[in-house]
Each structure stands twice: as C-alpha cells, then as structure tokens.
C-alpha cells in the first residue's frame, strides 16, 4: 500500500512516503509557487534545476522554489490557502516528489481553528482525492485522503519512536505546533482529542522573522526582508549581508522570540483554564519549534517539555504513520 504524508505550509513543503511496512523517505522543498511565466530569468541562461513544473487547473506553474522567486505574484499568507493555485501547484509538486502512480492512503493536515470546520475538511479531502493532472503528460491518483488536526501527526510520530510510549499515551499533552503562519495546538487525553482545548494563533514564525528584520534596520539602516531571513534559515545559515556587511541574524531572532513567544504562551494557558485538570506534558512539534521552546518552558517550569527529533517533519511523518 502506497501513502503519503503531506504537510503543505506556508514556508515548506514537507514529504513523508512509501509504502506502509517500511520507513518513509522524507523530503522538504520550499513552499513558493507561481504561474512559470512570473518566474525571473537567470542571466547565466542556464536551465533551472532547483524547482518542479507542474499544471494547475491547465495553466503551468512552477513550485518548490523560494517564495520570493516569483515578479508580480503575492505569496499566500491568508486562512483561505489551501482553495489557491498556489497551494495546488505544491500538491502537485508533492505527488511528483512522491514518485507514485497511485497513491492509496494520504493524510495531510490543517490549522486546528480550519479543522474544526467540517465545510473546509470536507472541501479539501474532496479537491485531494481522485486523478490529478499534475503534468501534461503525468497522472496520478489518490484513492482515499484523510484530513487531520495540524499537531496531531506530530503527536503520533512522536509516540512511535519511543521505546516505552506508555507516559504520553496516559497524559494529557499539550502539542504545539509552531508554523510560518499560525501556532497551533491540541490538548491530547488518554489518546483522545479535546476539542474545547485546541486552539490557533497568529503569533507565529513569520511574525517572529518581521520582528528579526526590524530589529537589524534599526541598527544597521537597512531592511534584510523576512524572506531572506527565512532562506538563510531553511539553508542553515548564520549570516545575511547588508550593505557589504555580514550580519549575525541569531541574536536578532531570540530579542524577536522572546518578544512574540509569551504572547503566545499565555494563549496556552488560558486554553487549558476549560478543563478540570492541566496538561501534564507539553510537546513541541513543527519547524518554528525552536523559536518558541524557551517561552513555553517559562509558561510551564513544572512540566516536562519535549522537542520532536528533526521536527520541522515531525507532522508529515506522523501524517504517514497514520496512513500507514
């Protein structure tokens, strides 16, 4: 059985695939996509190699490039994504990736506060399953998708790699998934999901790099832009250069996180205020993880709080856990 864990965010493109019985091969692309004539023309003239080419709706596009690749084309930061071209160019750009013909299982994810809508789950389960055209000469198709929670695929891929599972699986667990552009968590009981604790906020990676990138302005008369903090990031880089001058963005990040991650913790907290009893662990899933780690250990200094390995794919291997 083939399946898919497809975790289709605002600033990456995460992949988890193969077949169920196996470990799945994982991959992360960025998340920029746009019509291919937007696309700027290198002055090498070399053919690029570092993006797909893909159709939406007939129309070719480009995907799994840097978002600020593309002229005169907005980049989606709105709650309304996943019903864009752009998000599909990256579906399809997924399904390539994958290097399936048929995919029989995929699971993919939303925003906790989009999930709980059952008009948007079911729109996008529907837009996901059946052939896809993804190039004019590649069809693929998906039998069956199942749409969950954001944060409940980090959960799972979490629990599965421990060797005694048994402390998460009787506490309650507050995960927190901290994305480009939403925060989001679940409280999870005994297995089970509480709804009335779940919860999405704005405050998130990219209000956290607009922050980093006023704080450099005012020291060094220019604007680096969240996009080239964002790539350097994702290339794990140090340094951005400004005016000639190379410039150590990370203390910038941390005065940034610690100025926006108590904002979010105390949205935590007051979520958790509706149940009878609090969370006993706190779980850190999602690419934004390490920004928020230090404000959410200062929110709870009673509990245990952990970090998924690697977890910018701890929810697109979750999500294929759960296929699988």
Same mark, same amino acid.
Request: avoid cysteine; proline fraction near 5%; hydrophobic fraction near 40%.
């Given at each position: 059985m083939n399946v898919l864990g497809i975790d289709i965010g605002y600033s990456n493109l995460k992949l988890a695939f193969g077949k169920a019985g196996h470990n799945p091969q994982v991959l992360l692309r960025p998340a920029g996509a746009a019509p291919a004539d937007r696309l700027g023309e290198k002055i090498s003239g070399k053919a690029e190699d570092d993006f797909l080419r893909v159709m939406v709706n007939g129309n070719p596009f480009v995907a799994g490039l840097s978002p600020d690749r593309a002229e005169l084309w907005s980049r989606e930061l709105h709650e309304d994504y996943p019903s864009t071209e752009s998000y599909?160019?990256?579906?399809?750009?997924?399904?390539?990736?994958?290097?399936l013909d048929q995919v029989d299982v995929l699971v993919t994810g939303l925003p906790v506060n989009q999930y709980l809508n059952p008009d948007l789950r079911?729109?996008? #389960?529907? !837009?996901? #399953?059946?052939?896809? !055209?993804?190039?004019?000469?590649?069809?693929?198709?998906? !039998? !069956?998708?199942?749409?969950?929670?954001q944060p409940v695929g980090g959960f799972v891929d979490h629990v599965w790699n421990l060797t005694d599972a048994s402390e998460f699986e009787e506490s309650r667990v507050l995960v927190v998934d901290p994305g480009f552009f939403s925060v989001d968590w679940v409280l999870i009981s005994h297995g089970e999901l509480r709804r009335q604790s779940c919860g999405t906020s704005l405050e998130a990676s990219s209000v956290i790099l607009d922050e980093a990138a006023k704080l450099v302005a005012n020291d060094f008369g220019g604007n680096i832009g969240r996009e080239r903090l964002e790539n350097a990031i994702r290339q794990n880089q140090t340094e951005v250069r400004l005016f000639g001058e190379r410039i150590d963005f990370a203390s910038y990040l941390k005065k940034a996180a610690d100025k926006v991650g108590p904002i979010v913790a105390t949205r935590l907290r007051e979520s958790l205020r509706k149940e009878n009893a609090g969370a006993d662990i706190v779980l850190l899933v999602g690419g934004g993880a390490g920004f928020f780690e230090p404000s959410v250990k200062e929110a709870f200094p009673n509990l245990k709080v952990s970090t998924s390995d690697l977890p910018v794919f701890a929810n697109a291997r979750g999500f294929w856990r759960i296929g699988a």
């Open positions: 599909r160019a990256l579906f399809h750009a997924g399904l390539l990736l994958s290097e079911e729109r996008l #389960q529907s !837009q996901m #399953q059946g052939e896809h !055209q993804v190039t004019p000469r590649r069809r693929i198709t998906v !039998q !069956q998708v199942k749409v969950v929670p």
